[in-house]
């Protein structure tokens, strides 16, 4: 098995190792778990090792012939869009099992679960075959469906069905397009393939281009959540156990996103420049609605997962402004948000398995008596509002300037949302951990242990580090970001001129 496979299907192995585990030996399950984890990140690191960051081809490619009969491959590969994305996906999966030491029942189906979600989540970020990205994209749902359903809150059933069939209705529209591109494909090549580095060289006309986008779009957006698809977001989150959460907004949120970047940007060009203007109306009002919303709840979970909606609107935004410092950007706050809110959510898991609320009401004054917790949760509150010299500035001053050169306009509308959230996330942070220590129940509280210390320390030192020296993890993705620029410049000319409606490319050339 080579290197991209053995990431792949490490955790499966993994899962299917602690089947042979007695389901009383409840530790030894965490400890095989977490092992497996670990393994798994560590091949993610080789794999970082062994990356070119000159090229922004495929690199590590690795192919199998599946179903010949329908052209379907086994092939995955990695660039600098998808390299850092692994390496949040194994980084983030061992601290969601750590964050999960709490759990008492069926501890083995949980960890099974945990662990076949990171092979499904693995194995989206590397497929380059639409068919084996579609099969990993709903392998992602079924344990992620389990994980909330039977480990969640007390809504746990209808947020688990709810998250299953928004996600569901906009893959079944992507599973057409694939299938209407690998047969446009073979009509024009003779060649039955999925393989997604042949399909791009397909030159489809505009009309097509359109429909096969809103086909992935809708799927993809879902998954975002851009709005008006997010309401899904914020029962799932509430009622996910922590390491539920932790990994819905570390990665699978981000599906959503590098999908966009991956398949409907780059397959449907013209397609993407005309709708530009749109994703962009719907990103800026998600940046400022999911701000406002976040900013009025008095449940913690419920504002972190308001917050998400906001800042993934940035990485709409810069995707969708096709310039090297907005894709850049997007990326890089990709990476940020899945670690500063996952951040959060295990800080919200902490404080909740002590108090069993989550109501900011029932807290205050937190830092007399837990000053590691309230210290943790100072540097992760920083980080995600973007203070300088932390990660969430580097990724939104790039969206934020790329997006300007392209739609000034809705760049200072979103630019809005930064206060907005800003001004969520320390007024949240103030009544938690600042003023009296009124209630008696805070006043036993106990400070952080050392695992938890070891789920959060890992985390800060990536937030400084990003934030301080951002170069090795741009350097990474400039060459793979230049190509899907060019494959979009040359589309241009694709776009039709209808009367009335507004391209994109044209208003950035007027600067206005």
């Not at 530790?27 to 794999?47: D, H, N, T």
């Not at 079944?172 to 494909?185: D, K, S, Y």
Request: charged share 15%.
């Amino acid at each position: 098995m080579k290197d991209l496979s053995l990431l792949v299907f490490l955790p499966t192995l993994g899962a299917a190792a602690l089947l042979f585990i007695p389901r009383r030996q409840t530790s030894a399950l965490f400890k095989a778990a977490l092992g497996v984890s670990l393994l798994a990140f560590l091949q993610s690191l080789w794999i970082l090792w062994r990356f070119d960051p000159n090229t922004g081809a495929m690199q590590l490619v690795e192919r199998l012939r599946w179903i010949p009969a329908y052209g379907i491959e086994y092939a995955v590969g990695i660039d600098g869009l998808s390299l850092f994305l692994v390496l949040l996906t194994a980084f983030l999966t061992p601290v969601a099992i750590l964050a999960s030491w709490t759990i008492h029942d069926r501890v083995k189906e949980y960890l099974f679960f945990m662990l076949f979600l990171e092979t499904g989540m693995l194995g989206a970020l590397v497929a380059v075959d639409l068919f084996l990205f579609y099969v990993f994209w709903e392998v992602m749902l079924v344990p992620m469906y389990f994980l909330i359903g039977v480990w969640g809150g007390e809504r746990r059933i209808y947020a688990a069905v709810k998250f299953v069939i928004y996600t569901m209705a906009g893959s079944l529209l992507m599973l057409v397009g694939i299938i209407f591109l690998a047969t446009r494909n073979f009509q024009v090549t003779q060649s039955l393939t999925f393989d997604l580095l042949r399909i791009s060289n397909l030159n489809l006309p505009y009309d097509e281009q359109m429909w096969l986008f809103l086909a992935f779009a809708l799927s993809f957006a879902i998954k975002v959540p851009l709005f008006p698809l997010h309401t899904w977001l914020p029962d799932a989150h509430v009622e996910a156990p922590t390491a539920g959460s932790v990994i819905l907004a570390g990665v699978l949120l981000k599906m959503g996103t590098y999908g966009f970047l991956r398949f409907a940007i780059p397959l449907f060009p013209a397609a993407a420049l005309s709708a530009a203007p749109w994703v962009v109306a719907l990103a800026v009002v998600g940046i400022v609605y999911g701000a406002m919303v976040a900013m009025m709840q008095d449940d913690l979970k419920k504002l972190v997962a308001y917050s998400s909606v906001s800042h993934l609107g940035f990485v709409m935004l810069g995707l969708f402004a096709f310039n090297l410092q907005g894709i850049e950007g997007a990326v890089y706050q990709m990476l940020n948000h899945g670690l500063s809110t996952g951040a959060l959510f295990l800080i919200v898991g902490m404080i909740y398995d002590r108090r069993h609320t989550r109501l900011i009401d029932d807290f205050g004054g937190l830092w007399k008596q837990i000053p590691i917790f309230s210290g943790f949760f100072l540097v992760v509150t920083l980080s995600s509002i973007g203070l300088p010299g932390l990660n969430g500035f580097v990724g939104e001053f790039l969206i934020l300037l790329g997006a300007f050169a392209t739609a000034p306009i809705w760049t200072a509308i979103a630019a809005t949302g930064v206060v907005l959230g800003a001004i969520t996330m320390l007024w949240m942070f103030r009544r938690v951990v600042f003023g009296p220590l009124a209630r008696p129940e805070n006043q036993r509280l106990e400070d952080m242990n050392a695992r938890e210390i070891c789920m959060l320390a890992p985390i800060i030192a990536l937030i400084f580090f990003m934030g301080i020296y951002p170069q090795p993890f741009l350097s990474r993705m400039k060459s793979s970001a230049r190509l899907v620029i060019e494959r979009v410049e040359s589309q241009k000319l694709a776009i039709p001129l209808i009367q009335g409606e507004t391209v994109w490319e044209e208003k950035a050339a007027r600067g206005n």
